[in-house]
């Protein structure tokens, strides 16, 4: 059986991953607060709950790169959506902090795997001009689950219990992992994809000898990181992945202490911000790449998304100052929107930037940087919030991205501009 336009199917399978992934993560924030009163946990001991998935992730999403290179994109997905799978099943047995934590850290260990074989499937997919949508539709996944995570976990709490909970949306990994086995291969090695569309991918995605599994020459990941492309992505992520961190393992905090929801309203409303990302992420990838088919070269039109998206970031620092609390989640949709927009983009450059044998190298080292970042600013978060508000954590927030653009366009954009890459 022929499938046309299988990339697209692809891309789905990709989403379906993403969501699942943020679904497992997002799981804990809603049920924080019962989780804190039932172990007797403070907002700084959550933060250091936080803290050590944020550790065991920066540490994976350095090494997720290079594994999923040598064990190629099919094998390499497959490990690791088993071991955060596992991991989001196994927080139903915590029975305090200590546990808890530990659980929180394999689930670090597992789910960073899942970005750089997503990019290594859309480069292995997708040609130059479509890798940004390719890019958007599997991110969009992000806020996908992180929408569905709200209502879906607090029904299933106040159901059955939170141990359910945690069961329920782990077990999901498992049934897409049949399907992933069942569907992915390399174009060039998959039986469901037509003549047309494999005449069309042929020399314009990656060629079939980087879409397989390669052993790694040693000390590869030391040279991708001393690049200066790869260095300038790593201190990008470092300062913006934070943000929306905050936006996953804070919001529901944030809307029960400082809004007066109970767990019920965030089941009901905490979703709405992630919408507003799945159009970003849709919207980012989409226009970058109907720029490059009016005749854009490809870097500036990915630099005119993560433009637009930094531009907009700094209306965090109202969220706290607003007086309803339907104004300040409209301004966080605002925020998970011009994230998306530039996370669709600033994912995309590992593509764009370096072979498929060092995309998920890449990838990985620099969503390592953003992991980094996470675990400090978790840490910090959890501080502020405790001794002092919320406001300075959102003043923060939205000074990130203006900084991180400023970064990227004096180390990378001015430098190649006028080179024949470009």
């Known amino acids: 059986m022929r499938i046309p336009n299988f990339r697209y199917i692809v891309a789905a399978m990709l989403l379906l991953a993403t969501m699942i992934n943020y679904a497992d993560r997002l799981a804990l924030s809603v049920v924080a607060k019962d989780l804190r009163t039932e172990f007797g946990m403070n907002e700084q001991d959550y933060g250091w709950v936080v803290f050590w998935f944020m550790f065991a992730y920066a540490i994976m999403y350095a090494g997720s790169g290079p594994i999923c290179d040598r064990l190629g994109t099919r094998k390499g997905f497959a490990v690791f959506i088993t071991a955060w799978s596992l991991a989001a099943i196994g927080h139903a047995t915590a029975v305090g902090k200590t546990s808890l934590s530990a659980w929180r850290f394999l689930l670090g260990l597992g789910e960073p795997g899942n970005f750089p074989a997503a990019a290594k499937a859309v480069a292995e997919w997708f040609p130059v ?108 992520r470092f300062f913006t992945d934070p943000v929306v961190y905050f936006v996953i393992f804070w919001l529901p905090e944030y809307l029960r202490k400082e809004r007066g929801f109970d767990l019920a309203m965030v089941g009901k409303y905490a979703w709405v911000p992630f919408v507003f990302g799945d159009i970003g992420y849709v919207l980012g990838g ?137």
Request: glycine residues 10%; contains cysteine.
């Open 129 to 236: 001009e479509q890798r940004a949508l390719g890019i958007g539709l599997f991110n969009a996944g992000s806020s996908l689950g992180s929408a569905l995570a709200p209502p879906v976990v607090s029904y299933l709490t106040l159901q059955f219990g939170w141990r359910t909970a945690f069961v329920a949306v782990g077990a999901l990994g498992f049934v897409w992992l049949a399907f992933w086995l069942l569907l992915y291969q390399p174009p060039h090695l998959s039986k469901w994809i037509t003549e047309r569309e494999w005449n069309f991918l042929k020399g314009r995605v990656r060629p079939p000898e980087e879409a397989v599994a390669v052993k790694q020459p040693k000390g590869e990941w030391l040279r991708v990181l001393k690049m200066r492309e790869c260095f300038t992505l790593i201190v990008a």
């Open 286 to 422: 989409w226009f970058s790449g109907f720029l490059i088919r009016r005749g854009w070269k490809w870097m500036p039109s990915r630099f005119v998304v993560l433009a637009a998206g930094s531009v907009v970031m700094p209306i965090a620092i109202a969220a706290p100052r607003v007086p309803e609390a339907w104004m300040a989640i409209g301004v966080i949709c605002v925020v998970t929107f011009g994230h998306a927009l530039w996370i669709s983009n600033l994912l995309t450059l590992p593509t764009d930037l370096f072979p498929a044998t060092r995309v998920g190298t890449a990838t990985g080292l620099s969503g390592m940087g953003g992991a980094i970042g996470g675990m400090i600013a978790n840490l910090g978060t959890g501080y502020l919030v405790q001794n002092y508000s919320y406001t300075p954590v959102f003043l923060i927030a939205g000074c990130m991205h203006p900084l991180a653009f400023s970064i990227i366009y004096f180390s990378l954009y001015r430098k190649r501009r006028n080179a024949a890459a470009l």
